[in-house]
DNA sequence: ACATACATGTAAATGGTTACATGATTTA
DNA sequence: TAAATCATGTAACCATTTACATGTATGT
């Protein structure tokens, strides 16, 4: 299970109660890692009696108990075993090129639509992913950055910040990919393959029949 | 469940049996979906029932049975209806990027093998997508493809081609820029970021330290 | 006083993985 | 006759989603 080496990623950054930690996977590890209350919770719990973390119990007010935890040495050992083993990095279910393969069942104009959302949502990931690169890479941090580098020796501050500003640098890259393919696929339901491609096309024949049969 | 239609499209192709389905999914299918046979006949069953699908069946030998699913109307629609509609399209776990983030906890030599053990899975993605897409718009097709677009108006043939090797280029592009993450990432671990950067790094130094802290 | 944010969960259902189980048919 | 391929599953477990449930503290 990710969830939990996702987990013990956050929490070695700083200490952390499981509300705080469900805004962290809502917002800086959005495009990497998400996971709602309902799972985080059940986990935290989990991963203390397996000894991974461990919980300080607080109160605020007189009443509301908060459980900050932290990564013990067991959690540090797993986390860091998980970080240097490598896995299967091959994606085994990918929704958008599943819809793609079938796009010739609709409209054109309808797969013209389905391209365009894809556009319209990777945009957004390629700013939110370039934004936390530059603001990394320009130790312009956010508060949870900061902490984390704060705890590092100076001379390793640099390292860190360049590897974690990479990894935001990724996702962005990833939707960039996929903005291309689907602006190259709204190209290719007007006009059909391009010229030097493998297949010619009679002259001026558009490949864009109205609505198809199963 | 996307499963379903992932299976729908397969066999609007054209009607197979668990077995043959669960090929496809290993083989075109494999970087698009996977799904194993313990998945595959249960959801067969769940589909025939819901009326999907549904099954001739034959006898292979004497007694070896043999359950031919084709899509139904029913099928076709849902099918159609699933194609047609936006979907929530953005990456919701990203296990390669969220061990890139904390690649620092290791020493720079093993965080080098893991981006290299990336590039070298995504590169086999890359020539496989790319000669399905080759394949299929050069019209020498797997048998598979064949059977489709035989089943389709010449007109349209062209059109289908186009659109299905679009879906294989995709897999391929993402592949690509998976790769070029991981090359950047070992760039990075052995001369820190590039001078027009928005870090400038001292001259001379290298951002490599042997082995990190917690 | 009211709304918003803080805080921690449970339950049911769905989706997916891994291991196991069994036998028939074809090919070398 | 042995190995590979064809053929269909079940069971147990793990991971994820969606809906529900409850109450406290803070700011306006």
Redesign the interface.
Same mark, same amino acid.
């Given at each position: 299970m990710?969830l939990t080496?996702?987990i013990l990623?956050v929490l070695?950054v700083e200490p952390m109660n499981g509300y705080e930690l469900s805004q962290a996977f809502e917002t800086s590890l959005a495009?990497?890692? %998400?996971a709602p209350r309902s799972q985080i919770y059940p986990t935290l719990r989990k991963m203390e009696a397996e000894g991974l973390i461990e919980a300080e119990r607080q109160v605020r007010g007189t009443k509301l108990e908060r459980r900050v935890y932290s990564?013990t040495d067991a959690g540090?050992a797993e986390?860091?075993r998980? &970080?240097?083993e490598?896995?299967?990095?091959?994606? +085994? /279910? #990918? =929704? %958008?090129?599943?819809?793609? $393969?079938? !796009?010739?069942? %609709?409209d054109p104009d309808?797969?013209a +639509?389905?391209f365009e959302? %894809?556009i319209d949502?990777?945009r957004?990931?390629v700013e939110y992913g370039e934004r936390l690169h /530059?603001e990394i890479?320009?130790?312009d941090l956010l508060p949870v950055h900061q902490r984390r580098l704060a705890r @590092? =020796?100076p #001379?390793?501050r640099?390292?860190?910040?360049? !590897? +974690?500003?990479?990894?935001f640098?990724?996702?962005a890259?990833?939707a960039?990919? /996929?903005i291309?393919?689907a602006e190259?696929?709204i190209r $290719? $339901?007007r006009h059909?393959?391009a010229a030097d491609?493998? &297949?010619k /096309?009679p002259a001026g024949k558009k490949? @864009? =029949?109205r609505q198809?049969?199963?």
């Amino acid at each position: 299970m990710s969830l939990t080496h996702a987990i013990l990623g956050v929490l070695n950054v700083e200490p952390m109660n499981g509300y705080e930690l469900s805004q962290a996977f809502e917002t800086s590890l959005a495009w990497v890692w %998400v996971a709602p209350r309902s799972q985080i919770y059940p986990t935290l719990r989990k991963m203390e009696a397996e000894g991974l973390i461990e919980a300080e119990r607080q109160v605020r007010g007189t009443k509301l108990e908060r459980r900050v935890y932290s990564v013990t040495d067991a959690g540090l050992a797993e986390l860091r075993r998980w &970080v240097a083993e490598p896995f299967d990095t091959t994606m +085994k /279910r #990918d =929704p %958008v090129l599943l819809q793609g $393969l079938f !796009l010739d069942l %609709v409209d054109p104009d309808v797969a013209a +639509k389905i391209f365009e959302h %894809v556009i319209d949502e990777q945009r957004a990931i390629v700013e939110y992913g370039e934004r936390l690169h /530059r603001e990394i890479l320009a130790s312009d941090l956010l508060p949870v950055h900061q902490r984390r580098l704060a705890r @590092r =020796p100076p #001379d390793e501050r640099e390292y860190v910040a360049t !590897l +974690k500003a990479h990894a935001f640098a990724g996702a962005a890259a990833q939707a960039k990919a /996929r903005i291309a393919w689907a602006e190259e696929g709204i190209r $290719l $339901l007007r006009h059909g393959p391009a010229a030097d491609s493998a &297949v010619k /096309r009679p002259a001026g024949k558009k490949a @864009r =029949p109205r609505q198809q049969g199963g």
